[in-house]
């Protein structure tokens, strides 16, 4: 069972009554991944800066604090694993849940004291306190282990600091970077990162996760279950999030007018839009578009055997839709005219391809 959290602990990505990254004991799908650093330990020559990339909720930070678990639980080198398992009995397990190991520092956003919401970057001050593990002796002839979650959360100044770090790495040091898009981190990090990109999980695998969480989350009935792992795309997050009736009540809604482009139901898109232009309908809202890009790319798949030409206007539907969320979420625009545009546009490009 998860440690208890005060309402004030609060961190980045964290979900109602599921285990945060680092007190996960398991790891589910990317055993290619947690071969490579199985293969690093080995043969002693671990190399020293990893950059762990893939789409959210698939796994990255847990697979990340798996490898810093096993390096705290067994410091001394020689020693080769066949896995990288820790008994979550072991002391190790419990240092790195709590994160007060000596040899163990997460670079991520934290709420500034006072304040009532996380702050947006990870700052610089943050980022050379943390690379302060770097400046001082291991306790304990062990690795020093730095897991920044996420890079995107960096700002240029605190991504500058990390670079002349990993630029420069002292001995016995290890820097696990999590990536949700690797390909906007500064070139000079990526090219001194041996680079692991992880793949969204299977549907089977994304049940087992959602299966394993003990109490107090309940486990979902199987019918739930099997639909939120079909609608998760590889990832546990969306897969949780899905287990909400009213989240998946909106993605069948959307799924139903979608369905319907020939003759949109105008008063439901008008019901829809109203519900979505609420200040609490973030995350229905991208549940919305997630829903509307997988309906994109299945209906380009089943067509997939027309001229190009044919498909373009889907294309570039999806492009202006991605590129309009964009700037709704910027500049705190009204989404109402957003998801009218929306239906039309595709109602438009489906049209024109039949």
């Not at 090219?191 to 089977?204: H, V």
């Not at 030409?309 to 570039?316: D, F, Q, S």
Request: charged share 25%; proline share 8%; with cysteine.
């Amino acid at each position: 069972m998860r440690p208890e959290r005060a309402p004030e602990d609060v961190e980045p990505g964290d979900l109602a009554d599921i285990p945060r990254p680092r007190e996960q004991a398991g790891l589910v799908g990317h055993a290619e991944a947690e071969a490579a650093f199985i293969e690093g330990i080995a043969s002693g020559r671990l190399h020293h800066a990893w950059l762990i990339g893939g789409p959210r909720g698939i796994g990255k930070a847990t697979l990340a604090y798996r490898v810093a678990r096993w390096l705290i639980a067994n410091p001394r080198p020689g020693h080769a694993p066949d896995t990288l398992a820790v008994d979550p009995s072991h002391p190790a397990a419990r240092q790195v849940a709590a994160l007060s190991h000596p040899n163990l520092v997460a670079l991520r956003r934290t709420r500034p004291h006072n304040a009532k919401t996380l702050a947006t970057k990870i700052s610089v001050d943050a980022a050379r306190h943390a690379l302060d593990l770097f400046g001082s002796t291991a306790g304990n002839d062990g690795y020093r282990i730095c897991i920044v979650d996420s890079a995107e959360d960096l700002n240029a100044n605190s991504a500058n600091a990390l670079l002349k770090m990993v630029e420069e790495p002292p001995p016995r040091c290890l820097f696990l970077i999590v990536s949700h898009a690797p390909g906007r981190l500064l070139p000079t990090i990526r090219s001194r990162c041996r680079a692991l990109n992880l793949r969204p999980l299977g549907e089977g695998e994304v049940a087992r996760v959602l299966e394993s969480f003990p109490p107090p989350f309940v486990r979902p009935d199987p019918e739930a279950l099997a639909r939120a792992a079909a609608l998760s795309e590889g990832s546990v997050a969306q897969g949780f999030a899905m287990l909400d009736p009213a989240t998946s009540n909106l993605v069948g809604e959307m799924e139903t007018l979608l369905s319907r482009l020939d003759h949109p139901d105008w008063r439901r898109i008008l019901a829809l839009a109203e519900k979505l232009s609420g200040r609490d309908a973030d995350e229905h809202f991208a549940a919305s578009l997630d829903t509307v890009f997988r309906f994109v790319s299945s209906e380009l798949d089943r067509r997939r055997h027309e001229p190009p030409a044919r498909l373009a206007a889907l294309v570039e539907v999806c492009d202006k839709i991605a590129r309009a969320a964009r700037e709704a979420a910027t500049y705190n625009l009204d989404r109402r005219p957003l998801i009218l545009s929306l239906f039309g546009d595709l109602a438009g490009a489906v049209r024109a391809g039949t």
